[in-house]
C-alpha cells in the first residue's frame, strides 16, 4: 500500500497569512503515460463531508476559492492557503489515486492563531 | 443535482451484521466507480471499497475483506455495503462518494453525508 504522509499534524496561522501544508507518498504517484500526478487534497469541517479541493495536485475545482492552490510532484505535495480566512479553519487531507487502496494521509488540522 | 444520501447506520452489537445504502441522484451509479469510506470517531479517512462501473471488479481494504460485501441495484440507482462479523473497530461514519474518472482528472466527487455505525454490547 502506498502510504501518505502529512505534515505538520496541526498548525496555527494568522488570519491573512499563509499557510503551507505537505504531504509526502511512499512512491511516486506520477503515471508516465499522461504525466499526472493522482492526488487530491479535501477540505473537512467538523460534521460535514470531505469537500474537494484540489485533484491531479494542482488543479482547483470549480467554485474553490483561488486563495487555495496545489503543488508538487512524484512524491512530494503541498497545499497552500495564500491569506488564510476564518473559513478555512479544518481539516485537511491529501489521497492518493495511483493504486488500490486509495490511500489518505492521517489529516492536518488548521487553526487560527 | 448530482447527490449522495446514505441510510442503515444504527448500533449493533460485536459479531452483527449491518447493511448500508447510497442513494444516488443526478447521475446514473453504473456510469461511475463507486467508493465507501469510513471515518472512526475523531480520526481520519479510510478507503473501505470499490466497484468499477460494470460492476466486473470490486476491491476491498484488508481489514474488512471477507466481511463486508459492496453491491449495487442498477434499477434503484443505489450502492450498498453488506457489514458481516462486526468488530468495535468497525465503529465510524460511513461515507459513500464518486469517483470521477475522466481528462478532467481523478477524484471523489461528491461525498455524501455519512452514516453512523457504532458496534457496541
Known amino acids: 500500500d502506498i502510504v501518505m504522509t502529512q505534515s505538520p499534524d496541526s498548525l496555527a496561522v494568522s488570519l491573512g497569512e499563509r499557510a503551507t501544508i505537505n504531504c509526502k507518498s511512499s512512491?511516486?504517484?506520477?503515471?508516465?503515460?499522461?504525466?499526472?500526478?493522482?492526488l487530491a487534497w479535501y477540505q473537512q469541517k467538523p460534521g460535514q463531508p470531505p469537500k474537494l479541493l484540489i485533484y491531479?495536485?494542482?488543479t482547483r475545482e470549480s467554485g474553490v476559492p483561488d486563495r487555495f492552490s496545489g503543488s508538487g510532484s512524484g512524491t512530494d505535495f503541498t497545499l497552500t492557503i495564500s491569506s488564510l480566512q476564518a473559513a478555512d479553519v479544518a481539516i485537511y487531507y491529501c489521497?492518493?489515486?495511483?493504486?488500490?487502496?486509495?490511500?489518505f494521509g492521517q489529516g492536518t488540522k488548521l487553526e487560527i492563531k | 443535482e448530482v447527490q449522495l444520501v446514505e441510510s442503515g447506520g444504527d448500533l449493533v452489537q460485536p459479531g452483527g451484521s449491518l447493511r448500508l445504502s447510497c442513494a444516488a441522484s443526478?447521475?446514473?451509479?453504473?456510469?461511475?466507480?463507486m467508493h465507501w469510506v469510513r471515518q472512526a470517531p475523531g480520526k481520519g479517512l479510510v478507503w473501505v471499497s470499490r466497484?468499477?462501473?460494470?460492476?466486473?471488479?470490486?476491491s476491498y481494504a484488508a481489514s474488512v475483506k471477507g466481511r463486508f460485501t459492496i453491491s449495487r441495484d442498477s434499477a434503484k440507482n443505489t450502492l450498498y455495503l453488506n457489514m458481516n462479523s462486526l468488530r468495535a473497530e468497525d465503529t465510524a461514519v460511513y461515507y459513500c462518494?464518486?469517483?470521477?474518472?475522466?481528462?478532467?482528472?481523478?477524484?471523489?466527487?461528491?461525498w455524501g453525508q455519512g452514516t453512523l455505525v457504532t458496534v457496541s454490547s
Open positions: 462518494a464518486r469517483h470521477v474518472i475522466d481528462d478532467s482528472g481523478s477524484k471523489f466527487d461528491p
Open positions: 443526478g447521475f446514473t451509479i453504473s456510469n461511475y466507480w
Open positions: 466497484i468499477n462501473s460494470d460492476g466486473s471488479s470490486i
Open positions: 512512491q511516486s504517484i506520477l503515471y508516465s503515460s499522461n504525466n499526472k500526478n493522482y
Open positions: 491531479w495536485a494542482s
Open positions: 489521497q492518493q489515486f495511483y493504486s488500490i487502496p486509495y490511500t
